[in-house]
């Protein structure tokens, strides 16, 4: 009898769904396919003690099925402490369509997910990510009430991008005033990378504050786009980490910060709407601390999308989304003052925040 010796980087493919690495006590994890639309998905429940899993679809040309198992496992978890360090009454959720959304993506598709959505009886409510956009989340409200950011002519909160990137730059101000003693950004200069339509209404933000803006993307055309618009710079470099710079906001795909980009960086803060910024949370918290630099925790400063699309649920006005998304400033601030009182990372400060509202709703029930 031969014995197969199995290398110990693939030992975690022999419990593909319960070893994998991102996986931390989901509740549920739902494969979804269907042959006739070409629909491949995943939809990841983490938690939901707070109240129903809330959190976007994506829809990505992932080069795997473990690469997708992986960015829906991490995403659905950072929508728990999303949704409970920002007061909101839900539960994390999210969902990964597999496939290029550019040629891929078809009204039937979509219908198919959103009867997969539907299935789950409310458990999961779906709303607009990467690849999607609002239109793609009125059809899916055809077959399932269980879908938010629907457009405001449908009676919906409408694109959560503005408000998303809003929320990103409150907490960007809240670090600089830690950091600087002053929360104005003019002459401050900020890289943005990833200039989807978050990026671009954060580009915006900061451009109308007077802040030296530089942008990245691999999307040339979308850059000379962005640049003519606002007025900003193209970084034509080609080691964007090791520039000198005041705030690196990082928004586009996660896990920038990195053991390969992480002793690079030349910046005092890191304030960006991407999610899951850092490749490990405890590791890279803790080297950033060490280091001085500033990290405004990804989950509570990008939390203005889930206030924006949580209004539908609620039935609050713009008044009240404008409010609890400029509140992200207060939260922020008081994180980073909670961090260096307790000598922990602000990650980690914002966790603990986030975990103790989740544990103590817990124990009511």
């Not at 042959?35 to 995943?42: F, R, V, Y």
């Not at 399932?144 to 907490?171: D, H, R």
């Not at 601390?289 to 039935?315: Q, S």
């Amino acid at each position: 009898m031969v014995t197969e010796v199995i290398n110990t980087n693939e030992l975690h493919k022999m419990d593909p769904v319960f070893g994998q690495m991102s996986f931390d006590n989901h509740e549920q994890i739902v494969f979804c396919n269907d042959k006739d639309t070409g629909l491949k998905a995943i939809i990841g429940i983490h938690n939901t003690v707070l109240g129903p899993a809330l959190g976007g679809t994506r829809m990505w040309n992932y080069t795997s099925e473990w690469e997708a198992l992986n960015d829906v496992l991490r995403l659905s978890r950072g929508m728990t402490y999303k949704s409970a360090i920002t007061g909101l009454n839900l539960g994390g959720g999210k969902a990964v369509l597999i496939g290029d959304a550019k040629t891929q993506k078809t009204p039937e598709l979509m219908l198919k997910f959103g009867e997969f959505v539907h299935s789950l009886g409310g458990k999961y409510i779906t709303a607009e990510d990467v690849g999607m956009a609002t239109s793609d989340m009125d059809l899916v409200r055809t077959v399932t009430p269980y879908v938010t950011g629907i457009s405001e002519s449908k009676g919906g909160a409408g694109n959560p991008s503005p408000i998303t990137a809003y929320g990103v730059f409150m907490g960007m101000k809240a670090a600089a005033k830690y950091k600087f003693g002053s929360d104005v950004l003019e002459d401050k200069v900020v890289y943005v990378q990833g200039i989807g339509n978050v990026g671009e209404a954060l580009v915006e933000n900061l451009s109308n504050e007077g802040a030296k803006v530089y942008i990245a993307d691999i999307n040339q055309e979308r850059l000379e786009e962005v640049r003519d618009k606002y007025s900003v710079e193209i970084y034509g470099g080609s080691n964007l980490y090791a520039e000198k710079m005041d705030i690196y906001a990082p928004c586009a795909l996660g896990a920038t910060v990195n053991d390969f980009t992480i002793n690079q960086l030349n910046t005092k803060i890191i304030a960006g709407a991407a999610n899951n910024q850092l490749a490990e949370e405890q590791k890279h918290g803790k080297m950033l601390r060490e280091r001085g630099i500033v990290y405004a925790p990804d989950f509570l400063i990008n939390a203005g999308g889930i206030i924006n699309v949580y209004a539908e649920l609620e039935n609050y006005d713009r008044k009240e989304i404008m409010r609890k998304t400029e509140n992200i400033y207060n939260t922020t601030l008081e994180i980073l003052k909670k961090a260096d009182t307790e000598n922990i990372t602000t990650h980690q400060a914002a966790f603990n925040v986030a975990q103790a509202r989740i544990d103590a709703r817990k124990n009511e029930k």
